[in-house]
């Protein structure tokens, strides 16, 4: 199955760093979506992006919608140990579709 | 709100047995839910969607008679391995949307399943 192009795949930080990440697809999505996994639990949803060129935050975390809809990042700022895990970016075509994930990127922080 | 729960959370199992994964929406109805497939390090890959009362949608190069899938209620969607072999082992995942917000999938935590 298709896979959305992530990088960096790994990015080693300094607590207080900030962290962007983005992703790209050949293809057209109508919805991005960020999420977190930590080890042996499931996906937990960051930010959604519904509109083509939406700027969103939660917190620290900022995401923004490409307006040519095939592209997307996240940005951490001040980033903490607690953002240690595994963010994919997601993209979905249609309302009632399941999603296409990034291939993930694995975020470490030293402090 | 929103919580989707996944029975078991681990299993291992025998080369050549079946076994069936829960996929639970605890407190909304879930029209539709969806399972993805993790194998380590890699990414979560989309391998069915199944709405209340019909047939699952397989993607493509999924073995809908290897991945049955059923959907029985609003809160309730089963995935059984048939015939596991050691390939299957990997990190089952389940979402479910609902009616009233079908723009958000809900995860459930996981299965894992090893196939000795």
């Known amino acids: 199955g298709q896979q959305l192009n992530q990088s960096p795949q790994s990015m080693f930080i300094q607590e207080g760093e900030d962290v962007s990440m983005n992703c790209t697809s050949s293809?057209?999505?109508?919805?991005w979506l960020w999420y977190k996994q930590d080890p042996g639990e499931g996906p937990v949803l960051l930010i959604a992006?519904?509109?083509?060129?939406e700027l969103t935050s939660n917190g620290r975390l900022t995401a923004q919608f490409g307006i040519t809809r095939k592209d997307s990042f996240l940005n951490i700022s001040a980033s903490i140990p607690s953002d240690v895990g595994i963010y994919f970016c997601?993209?979905?075509?249609?309302?009632?579709?399941?999603?296409?994930f990034g291939k993930g990127t694995h975020l470490i922080i030293q402090p | 709100g929103a919580v989707v729960s996944q029975h078991p959370s681990w299993v291992i199992c025998k080369s050549g047995t079946s076994v069936k994964i829960e996929c639970r929406s605890l407190d909304f109805q879930a029209t539709t839910m969806f399972w993805y497939r993790q194998f380590p390090k890699q990414s979560l890959m989309l391998m069915a969607t199944?709405?209340?009362?019909?047939?699952?949608?397989?993607e493509q190069g999924v073995e809908k008679d290897k991945f049955l899938i059923n959907h029985a209620s609003l809160t309730l969607s089963t995935l059984t391995v048939t015939s596991a072999h050691p390939e299957d082992s990997s990190f089952y995942i389940c979402s479910a949307t609902s009616g009233t917000r079908s723009d958000t999938q809900y995860f459930g935590p996981g299965t894992r399943l090893t196939v000795l």
């Open positions: 992006l519904y509109k083509a060129g």
């Open positions: 997601a993209g979905r075509r249609g309302g009632a579709d399941g999603l296409t």
């Open positions: 199944s709405n209340e009362g019909s047939k699952a949608t397989y």
């Open positions: 293809s057209i999505f109508n919805t």
